[in-house]
T-cell receptor, first 115, second 114 residues
Framework: AQSVTQLDSHVSVSEGTPVLLRCNYSSSYSPSLFWYVQHPNKGLQLLLKYTSAATLVKGINGFEAEFKKSETSFHLTKPSAHMSDAAEYFCVVRTSGGGADGLTFGKGTHLIIQP | DTGVSQNPRHKITKRGQNVTFRCDPISEHNRLYWYRQTLGQGPEFLTYFQNEAQLEKSRLLSDRFSAERPKGSFSTLEIQRTEQGDSAMYLC????????????FGSGTRLTVV
């Protein structure tokens, strides 16, 4: 079975400083991995996805993630945080096999941006 | 096309009542998914359709829950005899192929059972 673990429930950074949100995955084969963002009272928005092409994936709003098979990690980064980045971030792995076609979400990381 | 649309946005109901939610996916998307998100947790998969066929149901989907997509376009999720534990955000998503490319989510329907 596929699963993801988000290592931090809350991350607080100052505006203009780098952001690092950590995620480890578990999968018996090459996974499809995603990061989604959820702003308060809004729907989930896809930030970026990894589907076995380039290991460094660029997403929207300046976010990037690097797939590291040896470390089973898919950490999300951004060089400079902006106040509008404050939100809940979910690391997600595709669940497949046996007719299944879903996404398994981590518990989320709440990103706080300090002015 | 305005994306995935869900109605109503909010629903408050008394325990024991039945409720029905509607999801209108992006028109060219053949797959439609339902998820449930409780406070402080990530969304959990409930069920999905390819066109009008319901292909998978999670063990979270008790026999009080039923979902339909009769014409392969919009979908409804009904909860019968609601319980307080059903209080959650119910999210709908759609995709043009498999989950490999991710989905487009709607804004959800927040259910409160009192």
């Amino acid at each position: 079975a596929q699963s993801v673990t988000q290592l931090d429930s809350h991350v607080s950074v100052s505006e203009g400083t780098p952001v690092l949100l950590r995620c480890n995955y578990s999968s018996s084969y090459s996974p499809s991995l995603f990061w989604y963002v959820q702003h308060p009272n809004k729907g989930l928005q896809l930030l970026l996805k990894y589907t076995s092409a380039a290991t460094l994936v660029k997403g929207i709003n300046g976010f990037e993630a690097e797939f590291k098979k040896s470390e089973t990690s898919f950490h999300l980064t951004k060089p400079s945080a902006h106040m509008s980045d404050a939100a809940e971030y979910f690391c997600v792995v595709r669940t497949s096999g046996g007719g299944a076609d879903g996404l398994t979400f981590g518990k989320g990381t709440h990103l706080i941006i300090q002015p | 096309d305005t994306g995935v649309s869900q109605n109503p946005r909010h629903k408050i109901t008394k325990r024991g009542q039945n409720v029905t939610f509607r999801c209108d996916p992006i028109s060219e998307h053949n797959r439609l998914y339902w998820y449930r998100q409780t406070l402080g947790q990530g969304p959990e998969f409930l069920t999905y359709f390819q066109n009008e066929a319901q292909l998978e149901k999670s063990r979270l989907l008790s026999d009080r829950f039923s979902a339909e997509r009769p014409k392969g376009s919009f979908s409804t999720l009904e909860i019968q005899r609601t319980e307080q534990g059903d209080s959650a955000m119910y999210l709908c998503a759609s995709s043009s192929g498999t989950a490999k490319n991710g989905y487009t989510f709607g804004s959800g329907t927040r259910l409160t059972v009192v």
